[in-house]
C-alpha cells in the first residue's frame, strides 16, 4: 500500500532528524526570531489595516484587553482571551491580528504581513508563529469531553494518573487520532485507520464551545 509505505518513511525520517540537544527555549526562541525577521523595520498602520479581514483583531489598552466582536470559532476566541487577560496587566500597549483558523494564510508569494497564526509550514508562509488556543477550552469535543478537551492543567493531570497505571508493554502499538474533519488530508488517515485498524485508530467528530464573557469588544 503506497500511502502506508510513505508514512513509514516519514516516520523513520522524522526518527533520523531529532536533536536532542536543543532545548524546547531554544528552539522557541529561534522560531520567534525568524517569524519577527521580516519586520525589523517596524510595522505601518497600512499592514494592520490589511490584515483585519484575516482574523481576529486583538488590543491591549491599559492593561485591559479588547477583541473585534467576529469571531468564527468562539472556543478558539475564548481561549486565546483567557490567556491575554492573565496577562494583560504585565503587557504595555499593543495591537495585533490573529488568524483563528488552523491553517495559516500568508503565502510567501505575497508581502509579508504581521498576521499570528496557530500553525505555519516553514519556509512557505510569513504567518508568526502564536500558542494554540486549546489549552483553555476547544479542541476536539468527544463524549467523555463535550465541549472539548481543553483546560490542559486539569486534563494534562488525569492523563499522567491514568498513564502511570499502564505499564508501556500493556499498550497497543497503534496511531490514535480524534478530531474533526477540518482538512481533508486527515481523510487517509481516517481510511487507512478503518483498512488497517490494527495500525490506527482514528475517527472525525465536531468542535464544540462557548463564547466567555470576560472580554470588551472593539
Known amino acids: 500500500d503506497r500511502f502506508y509505505n510513505e508514512l513509514t518513511r516519514s516516520i523513520a525520517n522524522a526518527k533520523d532528524e531529532i536533536d536532542e540537544g536543543v532545548s524546547k527555549e531554544n528552539y522557541y526562541e529561534s522560531e520567534w526570531i525568524r517569524d519577527l525577521s521580516p519586520f525589523q523595520s517596524g510595522i505601518t498602520r497600512e499592514m494592520m489595516a490589511q490584515l483585519e479581514t484575516l482574523g481576529n483583531k486583538y488590543q491591549i489598552i491599559n492593561h485591559t484587553v479588547y477583541r473585534s466582536r467576529r469571531c468564527t470559532f468562539p472556543a478558539r476566541c475564548e481561549g486565546v482571551d483567557q490567556f491575554l487577560i492573565r496577562l494583560a496587566r504585565l503587557l504595555d500597549d499593543t495591537e495585533f491580528v490573529l488568524n483563528d483558523f488552523d491553517t495559516p494564510k500568508l503565502t510567501k508569494v505575497a508581502?509579508?504581513?504581521?498576521?499570528?497564526?496557530?500553525?505555519?509550514?516553514?519556509?512557505?508562509?510569513?504567518?508568526?508563529?502564536?500558542?494554540?488556543?486549546?489549552?483553555?477550552?476547544?479542541?476536539?469535543?468527544?463524549?467523555?469531553?463535550?465541549?472539548?478537551?481543553?483546560?490542559?492543567?486539569?486534563?494534562?493531570?488525569?492523563?499522567?494518573?491514568?498513564?502511570?497505571?499502564?505499564?508501556?508493554?500493556?499498550?497497543?502499538?497503534?496511531?490514535?487520532?480524534?478530531?474533526?474533519?477540518?482538512?481533508?488530508?486527515?481523510?487517509?488517515?481516517?481510511?487507512?485507520?478503518?483498512?488497517?485498524?490494527?495500525?490506527?485508530?482514528?475517527?472525525?467528530?465536531?468542535?464544540?464551545?462557548?463564547?466567555?464573557?470576560?472580554?470588551?469588544?472593539?
Open 111 to 218: 508581502r509579508p504581513l504581521p498576521l499570528f497564526s496557530f500553525s505555519k509550514k516553514e519556509g512557505e508562509y510569513w504567518d508568526i508563529v502564536y500558542p494554540a488556543w486549546s489549552f483553555h477550552k476547544g479542541g476536539p469535543a468527544i463524549s467523555l469531553y463535550p465541549s472539548g478537551i481543553g483546560h490542559w492543567n486539569e486534563t494534562r493531570e488525569a492523563l499522567m494518573k491514568y498513564s502511570s497505571s499502564k505499564p508501556w508493554p500493556s499498550r497497543q502499538s497503534r496511531g490514535f487520532f480524534i478530531g474533526s474533519r477540518t482538512n481533508t488530508q486527515r481523510d487517509a488517515l481516517v481510511l487507512l485507520s478503518r483498512r488497517f485498524p490494527s495500525l490506527a485508530d482514528a475517527s472525525f467528530t465536531k468542535n464544540q464551545g462557548y463564547r466567555g464573557p470576560q472580554v470588551r469588544f472593539c
